[in-house]
């Protein structure tokens, strides 16, 4: 059974910093180009982060440039979203996203709030 389970949101003030975790099981997790995405209230799901399956990674979102780093563990089938200097504007549910050449697959989502 294929699951990805995101762990590490929460409630934080603005400035703060959080870890999203996602652990993955059943399938190849070394071969899968891993990702990060978020869906904000009232808007569409947007690309975060990816790393490749050789582990080089890219913050794809302008404004978590500078502040957000996406990392991978193939040893705990795990993926990680770094985040500092969180702001209001980082309120959002978080998910992760495993692709290979024949499967997808979406974690269900770990809501990050950041506000006063």
């Known amino acids: 059974q294929v699951q990805l389970v995101e762990s590490g949101g929460g409630l934080v003030e603005p400035g703060g910093s959080l870890r999203l975790s996602c652990v993955a099981s059943g399938f190849t997790f070394a071969v899968a180009a891993l990702s990060w995405h978020r869906q904000a209230p009232g808007k569409g799901r947007e690309l975060v982060a990816r790393?490749?399956?050789?582990?080089?990674?890219?913050t794809e979102m302008e404004s978590a440039k500078g502040r957000f780093t996406i990392s991978r563990d193939n040893t705990k089938n795990a993926v990680y979203l770094q985040m500092n200097d969180l702001k209001p504007e980082d309120t959002a549910v978080y998910y992760c996203r495993a692709l290979g050449l024949d499967f997808d697959y979406w974690g269900k989502g770990t809501l990050v709030t950041i506000s006063s």
């Open positions: 790393i490749g399956w050789g582990g080089d990674a890219i």
